[in-house]
Structure formats: structure tokens, C-alpha cells
């Protein structure tokens, strides 16, 4: 009967110390949970709590903030950095695009090279970037039938096509030239003519 009752204490005992200790871990446990979960954190914060510094150093360098008051990854933060990385993923397939769009119908380059009036035929005279099929045929039959052109003058005067000083301006800075003189004040220029290019390769 002693035994037995020594049995019985012990297991009251032994019975008490665990309902003690779990309710401690329940509290423990149910507070950290109630916190987590409650509107001020998840208001404050994005995902669980970040128990270790460890945990919060690798926030860090992924590039969030930490909150302070509940260590854990300021929601703010968070949503900033999707809103960059999703801006970053635009930029990413625009430039992509760009550059399948830029393949398939890439931008027409121009080679400038010297083109002389008084000795060109009418396929080198159409290299010029603002000189059509047409205005070459012209200058080539004026040529034929009054001989060479003595100076950019004369051209303006016996071309009916390049007797507008646009046309003179572009010819020459796209490499005409008359006795090898570019127009004067319009030298040719690589920049330049490819822009002109540009402008009348559709019209070629």
C-alpha cells in the first residue's frame, strides 16, 4: 500500500510538471503566434517573423529593410522591390522586342563615297542617297548633249531635279561632287547622309 501510494504521488507529481510546461509552451508558443498574425504585424510585414540574425542579414542583402519592432521584412520594402523587379522585366522584354524587331528590318546603312558628276553613270549617280533614277538619267543625257558641268552653278542651271538648294545641299554632303569640289559649305559627312538616306531609300 505504501509503494503504491508513493507510485501515485509521483505520477501526480510528474503529471502537474508537464501540464505546467505545457502550458507554458502554450502560452509562449500562442503569444509569438497571436503577434504573427495579428492586423499591426501583417500591416508592418511580409512573411514570418525573422528569429535569427542570420535570417535578417540575409534580408539585407537581398535588399529589403527590416522592421525593427517586429524583426521581420518591412512590407514596404517588399512591395517596392516586386514593383522594381517587375519594371525591370518590362524594360527586359521591350528591349527584347527591340531587338527582334531590329533584325527583322534592320536599319538601312548608307557607304558614302565620292560620286563625280562629269564621269558617273546613272547606277553610280543613283548611290548618291538623294538622287533618283529619274534626276541620274537627267544628268547624264544634259551631260551627253551640252558636255561636263563646270561648277555646282552650272548643275543648278542645266538640272532641272537640282536646281533646288535642298537637293544641291544633300547631293554634295552624300559625296557629289563637280571637278571634285563638294558644294560649298556642304562637305560630305557620313552622319549626315545617313540620315538623308534614310529619309529617301523609300523613294529610291
Known amino acids: 500500500m505504501v509503494f503504491q501510494?508513493?507510485?501515485?504521488?509521483?505520477?501526480?507529481?510528474?503529471?502537474?510538471?508537464?501540464?505546467?510546461?505545457?502550458?507554458l509552451c502554450l502560452i509562449v508558443f500562442g503569444c509569438s503566434r497571436n503577434e504573427?498574425?495579428?492586423?499591426?504585424?501583417?500591416?508592418?510585414?511580409?512573411?514570418?517573423?525573422?528569429?535569427t540574425v542570420a535570417q535578417r542579414n540575409q534580408a539585407l542583402e537581398d535588399g529589403f529593410v527590416i522592421n525593427q519592432q517586429f524583426k521581420c521584412i518591412d512590407k514596404a520594402s517588399y512591395l517596392a522591390m516586386q514593383e522594381a523587379e517587375a519594371r525591370d522585366a518590362q524594360i527586359a522584354r521591350q528591349r527584347e522586342q527591340r531587338g527582334y524587331e531590329s533584325e527583322a528590318d534592320p536599319t538601312p546603312k548608307y557607304e558614302l563615297r565620292y560620286v563625280e558628276i562629269n564621269s558617273a553613270s546613272v547606277a553610280e549617280l543613283t548611290h548618291v542617297c538623294n538622287i533618283k533614277n529619274g534626276t541620274a538619267e537627267d544628268i547624264v543625257k544634259e551631260r551627253e548633249r551640252n558636255g561636263q558641268f563646270g561648277d555646282w552653278v552650272d548643275v543648278v542651271h542645266r538640272v532641272f531635279a537640282m536646281s533646288a538648294a535642298q537637293n544641291v545641299v544633300y547631293a554634295s554632303v552624300c559625296g557629289l561632287t563637280v571637278n571634285g569640289q563638294s558644294f560649298d559649305g556642304a562637305p560630305a559627312d557620313q552622319a549626315v547622309a545617313q540620315q538623308i538616306y534614310q529619309r529617301y531609300s523609300h523613294y529610291k
Open 5 to 23: 501510494s508513493h507510485i501515485s504521488t509521483l505520477t501526480k507529481q510528474h503529471s502537474f510538471k508537464s501540464l505546467v510546461a505545457a502550458s
Open 36 to 51: 504573427s498574425l495579428s492586423a499591426e504585424y501583417q500591416e508592418a510585414c511580409h512573411g514570418e517573423p525573422l528569429t
